[in-house]
């Protein structure tokens, strides 16, 4: 299942029926709703996906042979992280 998809039905559809039981019929915990929905609320955990994303782009461009602090150079260097 897609986060997205899930929280945009679920607010679509909560005025008519209770969180937990739309939740039951899509097959995903209510605290796994929650969860997507905070984590989208939260815009630091984008910005930590997208350096965690730069960081695994630099591993593999170097065949994992750099050490975090030689990465770290390279993030600021090139884009001034």
């Known amino acids: 299942m897609v986060p997205e998809v899930v929280l945009k039905l679920v607010e679509e559809l909560k005025e008519k029926l209770p969180i937990s039981q739309i939740c039951q019929c899509l097959g995903i915990p ?7 929905k905070k984590n989208e609320q939260g815009e630091e955990t984008k910005g930590k996906k997208w350096i965690a994303r730069k960081v695994g782009e630099q591993c593999r461009k170097h065949k994992f042979r750099y050490g975090y602090r ?12």
Request: proline share 0%; charged share 15%.
């Open 30 to 36: 209510r605290s796994t709703y929650y969860r997507w």
């Open 70 to 81: 030689k990465i770290t150079a390279l993030l600021n260097q090139t884009m001034h992280i």
